[in-house]
Each structure stands twice: as C-alpha cells, then as structure tokens.
C-alpha cells in the first residue's frame, strides 16, 4: 500500500471556524491532490500540487486553499467552514516515472454543523 | 475537463454470476483507472489502463481509447466485490475526472 496518511480522519467543526486538514506521504511523489467526494458527484478535484509550493486549482475551488512547503506535506484549508463543505476529503499522490498512476489515502470525514 | 460516464448506476448479482461495467470518457485521454472503494470507504487501485486489456484474477478490463469506452469485468462475483466502482480518466494537464460510480451489490 501506497504510504499515504491523513489527519484527522474525522472531524466535526462549526460554521465559520478555519479547519485544516492535513495530508502526509513517504513515497516521495511530485504529485499530490485533495478531492471531495459526496453522494451523486463520485470525486471531485480541489486543488493539487505539482511541486513544493506549485499548486493549481481544480474543479470545485472555490471556499478551499492549500499549501505544499515540503514534498511530503500537503495541506488543505477552509478558512470559513459551510456546512456546504460537509463532505468525505481524500488525499492522493501520483508520480510521473509511475504513469501518474494515482493512490488514494484513507480520508477524513468533515462534518460542517 | 473530460465528461466521463458510468453504467449501470447500481448492479445487483447472486453470487457467482459474472458483470461487466462500463466507461465512457468524452475525450483522448492518456491515463484511466478503476478503483472499488469497499463499504469502508478505502479507495483501491484495480487497473491502471489508458488501452488495452489486462486481467488481474477474477477481474479484467479494456479500454478502446479510439472509441473511448473502458469495461471493467468481474467474473464469478464474491461478497467482498460488494462496493462502488469508479473510472477516473485524465487527458493533459494534472486533473482526474471521475464518474459518479457503479454500486454493486452482491448477495449470498
């Protein structure tokens, strides 16, 4: 298995508090990605990283940031929690030399009251 | 982004039969998985698969990439096969598109 850790793997928070979420590999990928998955839309892609501080958004941004200051780290935040942002959050990371084959981490489920 | 489509929604088998899902992807793409995540929600990698066939014990898949389809086929259906099945594709760029899945229950 793909050594790809997130933490915490639930959280429940309130509306409005900053949560971050924190994603952490050991099989040193370039890439890294944070997804959101909810019933009826399969995953989504939030933002990913190509490097240590080169991120880029994807299809379901907006509300989110990240940061990425080391290989292994990559964080997501949400810097004013909505109860829209209820969902199950999945880290995963790919590499270039693998086919950018991607794997998946455990998740975290974020419950927005 | 690439639209990708899974059928059927929800599959429902007696153990042992055989199935075959499918995956349409609106564009070339030069990656395309199949994962199952398991009723505790872990996503697992099954195929990693832009063309061609490949077989992995009682699972194989195929993707035609000029007629952009994949088919995932599972054969002689266990309980633990239980799950939802998703096709992730990617063309250029960085950005995985997944289907909405297929629910596949498989009973005793």
């Known amino acids: 298995d793909a050594g790809i850790t997130q933490s915490p793997r639930h959280k429940v928070t309130e509306t409005g508090t900053p949560v971050t979420l924190r994603c952490h590999q050991t099989?040193?990928?370039?890439?890294m990605y944070w997804y959101r998955q909810d019933p009826g839309h399969g995953l989504r892609l939030i933002h990913y990283?190509?490097?240590?501080?080169?991120?880029d958004k994807g299809e379901v941004s907006d509300g989110y940031s990240v940061s990425r200051s080391k290989t292994e780290d990559f964080l997501l935040t949400l810097e004013s929690a909505t109860s829209s942002q209820t969902s199950v959050y999945f880290c995963?990371?790919?590499?270039?030399?693998?086919?950018?084959?991607?794997?998946f981490g455990p998740g975290t489920r974020l419950t927005v009251l | 982004g690439i639209q990708v489509e899974q059928s059927p929604p929800d599959l429902i088998l007696q153990e042992g039969a055989n199935s075959t899902l499918r995956c349409n992807f609106s564009?070339?793409?030069?990656?395309l998985q199949w994962f199952h995540q398991n009723p505790w929600g872990q996503l697992i990698n099954l195929f990693y698969?832009?063309?061609g066939t490949k077989q992995n014990g009682r699972l194989s898949a195929t993707t035609v990439a000029t007629e952009r389809y994949s088919l995932l086929y599972i054969s002689s259906s266990q309980t633990t096969d239980s799950g939802v099945y998703f096709c992730?594709?990617?063309?250029?760029?960085?950005?995985?598109?997944f289907g909405t899945g297929t629910s596949l229950t498989v009973i005793p």
């Open positions: 995963a990371i790919s590499e270039l030399s693998s086919y950018n084959e991607q794997f």
């Open positions: 099989e040193n990928h370039r890439y």
């Open positions: 990283s190509y490097g240590v501080k080169d991120t």
């Open positions: 564009d070339s793409v030069n990656n």
């Open positions: 698969i832009p063309s």
């Open positions: 992730a594709a990617m063309n250029t760029g960085n950005q995985f598109y």
